[in-house]
């Protein structure tokens, strides 16, 4: 039998303000509340709200936790400083990615560690088994978390209205513990749109009345409840890779293009340092396949595993697409062999159901907001 999907501990609102429902990882997940190009628009322009409790959390405490999570993860965990926060990643010995992860140093000796939803339990199996025989203690919290974001350029505004949080003082990539609408919280200045904004790490049974008290906090900012869909779409404008998608178990950090969060030079041996040292190599001497953005000239929606062509010949593989609100255009992240990845290269095309659609080909991301 089929297991149920789980569900957040926002779920009855979610049905309630009439989200279309769908199953992601095991979690029934909104994938919009009405329209998902105006959800998009929203987080662009004013803010929108977001339920992310599918999640995973994983602590870890002690008095080489930070130490495990070196040898566990790619990068340099030990060297975070207390109330900042690390993208990451985990690799296999062969250097394939297994999940792509968000370090917070929560103090001197604990850190948590946000998984995707689809890897959440891989990931807390591979650290348990990385962090054997180290003095630290692996906790699975992801039963003790909600997590909800807002995002867009009206966020700050609106969070300080029911924060006294030091907001100004909160870095990109930093946390810190405070109250929020009354509400014990981790506030993070993260987030997976391309826009500012802030994710709220509380109790599940405070989650509700923060969900309601934010939504108030930004009516007259124009914030709206916004689903999955849109945050692929606004995910996909900033170049963010998502796994399954840009990053798999059959691709290493650099061939995605995001080696810089692989170090080397920290302290210790880490899982995968060998074939990932010899990737590092060939990803400088001969790149197989670069990862780039193509803008469509016409109004066909690439999707990914969608060939890219030249000719006729295969040189590629779309790993997502979508129309873009933002650009107006469909747009697609793809693989593509290193000899048509430069930007402007001309007679690139991507087969969508035997038609030969062309396309431009672009430098990631396609958006990036103003600081």
Not at 330 to 342: E, G, N, Q, R, S
Request: hydrophobic share 40%.
């Amino acid at each position: 039998m089929t297991e149920a999907p789980r569900r957040t501990a926002l779920d009855a609102l979610h049905r309630a303000l009439g989200a279309t429902m769908t199953d992601f990882a095991g979690w029934d997940m909104p994938l919009r509340y009405g329209s998902e190009r105006d959800e998009h628009i929203a987080v662009r322009t004013r803010a929108g709200l977001f339920d992310l409790s599918h999640m995973g959390e994983i602590t870890l405490t002690g008095a080489q936790a930070g130490q495990a999570l070196d040898h566990a993860l790619v990068g340099n965990i030990s060297a975070l400083a207390v109330g900042r926060a690390r993208y990451t990643m985990i690799c296999r010995e062969d250097g394939g990615i297994l999940d792509d992860l968000i370090v917070y140093r929560l103090g001197d000796e604990e850190y948590m560690v946000v998984a995707n939803a689809s890897n959440a339990q891989v990931v807390l199996d591979a650290i348990t088994e990385r962090a054997a025989g180290f003095e630290t203690t692996v906790r699975d919290d992801r039963e003790n978390y909600a997590l909800i974001a807002v995002q867009g350029p009206a966020s700050p505004a609106i969070l300080k209205s029911v924060t006294d949080a030091d907001l100004d003082g909160l870095k990109y990539y930093a946390g810190l513990p405070g109250t929020v609408a009354g509400v014990p919280a981790l506030i993070a200045r993260t987030g997976y749109t391309g826009e500012d904004g802030f994710e709220l790490f509380v109790a599940p049974a405070d989650a509700e009345k923060l969900w309601q008290a934010l939504t108030e906090a930004g009516a007259d900012a124009g914030l709206v409840p916004c689903g999955l869909s849109c945050r692929d779409t606004l995910r996909l404008e900033a170049g963010m890779p998502l796994y399954g998608h840009e990053l798999t178990t059959d691709t290493t950090p650099f061939d995605a293009g995001l080696g810089r969060v692989v170090k080397f030079d920290k302290a210790g041996d880490f899982v995968g340092r060998e074939a990932l040292t010899a990737a590092a190599e060939h990803a400088e001497t001969a790149p197989p396949r670069k990862l780039v953005g193509l803008i469509a000239t016409g109004r066909r929606v690439p999707r990914a595993g969608y060939a890219v062509t030249v000719g006729g010949a295969v040189v590629g593989e779309v790993t997502s697409g979508a129309p873009s609100p933002t650009l107006g255009k469909p747009i697609a992240i793809a693989y593509v062999d290193a000899a048509h990845a430069t930007p402007g290269t001309e007679g690139v095309c991507v087969d969508i159901r035997g038609s030969q659609e062309p396309y431009e080909v672009v430098a990631l991301p396609f958006y990036k907001r103003e600081r």
